[in-house]
């Protein structure tokens, strides 16, 4: 199938499409259990991932494993088969996917055409397999070599005042991955490296030392099996 002839999955994109349109999608199914595993099924024949992935998946978030990109999921030494939730297993199979979008692709669509996809539509497309620049007199995405985009990327950093640049990082990275990208910024000149955690835990870290005291938790893992009920004040769990 050419790929850049391939129509996204669920719209059209023409000028009668919206984003109200893309919201009519309603899921009419259970929150958890079986509708998960419906919902995981389904992804996984869309995402057409590689023979592989169900046994990353049975190392998912598990000691000598590696880490879901999608939340704080622990890593529990008393483990189940399966230690990850809907939306983490969603986000590994995509990792995985075989689909590939090619410079062809992007020759046949304007960054422009682009920008009315939905998120799910371009993610559907495949991975890159060639670096790409933006051409703003076509509007297109067009290929690059790597000598030239690290050139470009290099310019662009060299011109910035290291001291209004900030290299976010992230916590769920791996140490390795860590290092090198604190060293990157270093040797840029930054020693700014905030991660996730100061987004995703400010409101509890400022809410608990007003509540309890002290500005992070008072629990263990251990509390959670033998306790009752669990509840949450001022922080949405489940979508943090």
């Given at each position: 199938?050419?790929?850049?002839?391939?129509?996204?999955?669920?719209?059209?994109h023409?000028?009668?499409?919206?984003?109200a349109?893309?919201?009519?999608?309603?899921?009419?199914?259970?929150?958890?259990?079986?509708?998960?595993?419906?919902?995981?099924?389904?992804?996984?024949?869309?995402?057409?991932?590689?023979?592989?992935?169900?046994?990353?998946?049975?190392?998912?978030?598990?000691?000598?494993?590696?880490?879901?990109?999608?939340?704080?999921?622990s890593?529990?030494?008393?483990?189940?088969?399966?230690?990850?939730?809907?939306?983490g297993?969603?986000?590994?199979?995509?990792?995985?996917t075989?689909?590939?979008c090619?410079?062809?692709?992007?020759?046949?669509?304007?960054?422009?055409?682009?920008?009315?996809?939905?998120?799910?539509?371009?993610?559907?497309?495949?991975?890159l397999?060639?670096?790409?620049?933006?051409?703003?007199?076509?509007?297109?995405?067009?290929?690059?070599?790597?000598?030239?985009?690290?050139?470009?990327?290099?310019?662009?950093l060299?011109?910035?005042?290291?001291?209004?640049?900030?290299?976010y990082a992230?916590?769920?990275a791996?140490?390795?991955t860590s290092?090198l990208?604190?060293?990157?910024a270093?040797?840029?000149?930054?020693?700014?490296?905030?991660?996730?955690?100061?987004?995703?835990?400010?409101?509890?870290?400022?809410?608990?030392?007003?509540?309890?005291g002290?500005?992070?938790?008072?629990?263990?893992?251990?509390?959670?099996?033998?306790?009752?009920?669990?509840?949450?004040?001022?922080?949405?769990?489940?979508?943090?």
């Open positions: 199938m050419d790929q850049s002839k391939a129509e996204p999955s669920r719209h059209n023409d000028e009668t499409d919206t984003h349109q893309n919201l009519e999608l309603e899921y009419a199914g259970s929150s958890g259990g079986w509708g998960s595993l419906r919902g995981i099924a389904d992804i996984f024949g869309t995402s057409r991932s590689t023979p592989a992935v169900t046994e990353t998946l049975m190392s998912q978030n598990k000691p000598g494993g590696f880490m879901c990109v999608s939340c704080a999921w890593k529990p030494a008393d483990h189940h088969a399966i230690e990850f939730c809907e939306n297993a969603k986000a590994t199979l995509w990792e995985l075989s689909k590939r090619t410079p062809d692709f992007f020759a046949e669509h304007t960054v422009t055409e682009l920008r009315q996809w939905s998120d799910f539509d371009l993610e559907n497309q495949g991975r397999t060639h670096p790409m620049r933006y051409d703003a007199t076509t509007d297109h995405y067009v290929p690059c070599a790597w000598d030239e985009a690290f050139a470009e990327i290099g310019r662009e060299r011109a910035l005042d290291k001291k209004s640049t900030i290299f992230s916590g769920r791996s140490l390795e290092y990208y604190a060293l990157f270093r040797l840029y000149g930054n020693n700014n490296l905030p991660d996730s955690s100061n987004m995703c835990h400010e409101t509890t870290s400022v809410a608990l030392k007003e509540t309890i002290v500005p992070v938790g008072t629990t263990v893992f251990e509390d959670i099996a033998l306790c009752d009920a669990m509840f949450f004040f001022g922080q949405n769990t489940g979508t943090n």
